[in-house]
């Protein structure tokens, strides 16, 4: 098969994209892979004969722009076609790539992808859009309010204290990877830590804070119109915020954390994954992190990634490569799927109009 890779994106995330584009592409190693760069300023370039120096030496820049055309399944370089794509990897973390953006890109070129479902991919993204999806689905979550630069820092303060109680996390609502995430004592920490999450975005979600909590993953996706629910894993933290060291730099996500996890209530969180799977119709795989309250022993939802880092193939114990062929299946019969449904409506509106 054909298959376009596409990874890096205008985010925060972008390194963590590469990543995940580059091991993505590699385990795709039999099929003939080709693989497009969005730089930090959102250019697309076919990444060619590349080192990983050159992402780090930003050398990225002689490489030859490309696009995709609505109703073309080519990708082109100017006016000329260059690939012709079976499907489409998104290895995209963040925005302008994991909110659905590039899925609507491909959907217009006509181009099976993971993950296609913009809606889904768009409400993941979205922590303050999401928030209110898990009150629809009466799932349990935690006191918040979402701030944006319209809220002065005073009515900032009085909602906080009307419906908020310290301490508190403050999340910039389209963010990932713990950029931008602050926890915040009390009223005197609330002015500084706002203006930095600003930074990352306008809008932000301001929330109870637990102080005694452990955080589990648990991933899904779909196989034949099967739901396929991995095991569960614990990360284990540095502080109380799983942070982007955490994750990436000291040792990094794969090394620490418990494999399979158990615990009492792994039934209920597998159940809820699979719920929020079905429910945003989502397709590719998602993984689903949640906060477990020691005292109350709830697991709150805390979020939903559309396109998780190394597509989450280290949950199901699965080879890379054939995890990654697996949701490529899948995407195919699923753009199948759509195409067979009737989008277009014949009418003589225009030609009644014409009499006139």
Request: aromatic share 8%; hydrophobic share 40%; with cysteine.
């Amino acid at each position: 098969m054909n298959i376009a890779v596409i990874y890096g994106g205008k985010s925060v995330e972008h390194d963590i994209s590469i990543i995940t584009g580059k091991q993505v592409a590699c385990a795709l190693s039999k099929h003939n892979v080709v693989e497009i760069y969005i730089d930090r300023r959102g250019v697309w370039r076919l990444a060619e004969d590349i080192q990983p120096r050159d992402f780090v030496e930003q050398r990225t820049n002689r490489w030859k722009e490309v696009h995709f055309r609505p109703a073309s399944d080519s990708l082109y370089r100017k006016n000329r076609k260059v690939f012709r794509c079976d499907a489409a990897v998104l290895a995209l973390h963040g925005v302008n790539g994991e909110d659905g953006s590039v899925s609507g890109v491909l959907q217009l070129a006509d181009i099976p992808c993971v993950p296609s479902g913009i809606c889904a991919c768009a409400v993941a993204m979205d922590k303050a859009v999401f928030k209110v999806f898990l009150e629809g689905l009466k799932l349990p979550i935690l006191p918040y309010i979402v701030t944006n630069s319209g809220s002065s820092y005073n009515e900032v303060c009085n909602l906080v204290q009307e419906s908020v109680p310290f301490p508190l996390i403050l999340k910039p609502s389209r963010c990932g990877s713990s950029i931008g995430i602050e926890k915040v004592e009390d009223i005197d920490e609330l002015s500084e830590a706002l203006k930095r999450a600003r930074q990352f975005d306008d809008c932000t979600v301001i929330e109870h804070a637990l102080t005694d909590f452990f955080e589990v993953n648990c991933a899904v996706y779909a196989d034949d119109g099967k739901f396929v629910v991995s095991d569960l894993e614990k990360p284990i933290r540095s502080s109380d915020i799983l942070s982007f060291a955490d994750k990436y730099v000291s040792g990094g996500k794969f090394k620490k954390r418990d494999f399979p996890f158990h615990f009492d209530k792994e039934e209920e969180v597998k159940q809820t994954a699979e719920l929020l799977y079905a429910r945003l119709n989502a397709d590719g795989v998602m993984r689903v992190d949640f906060m477990v309250d020691n005292v109350s022993g709830i697991p709150y939802v805390l979020e939903v990634n559309s396109i998780p880092g190394s597509l989450a193939y280290y949950l199901f114990g699965a080879n890379v490569g054939k995890h990654v062929e697996n949701l490529i299946e899948e995407a195919i019969a699923h753009h199948l799927r759509e195409k067979a449904i009737t989008r277009t409506f014949s009418s003589n509106v225009l030609a009644m109009r014409g009499k006139k």
